[in-house]
């Protein structure tokens, strides 16, 4: 694997820390079996939109009904 450094000029701590984020997500996409379900992301869970108080009913329900109070 070749890394380039397009712009700028890290130090090499800077560079070192950069490595080491790229070597340890490919180490873990190598680890992670082939064909294997991904974990769902949390912002994706349909649950995550009701987990507040249904809006009254009322005149102005409508304007609350996708912004839980």
Known sequence: MTIKV???????????????????RAAAAAAAPSGAPLEPDAWADPARVAMGRLPAPGPKAWGRTYWPG
């Not at 397009?6 to 340890?24: C, F």
Request: charged share 15%.
């Open 6 to 24: 397009v712009r700028g000029n890290p130090t090499p701590e800077e560079l070192a820390a950069a490595l080491a984020v790229v070597q340890a």
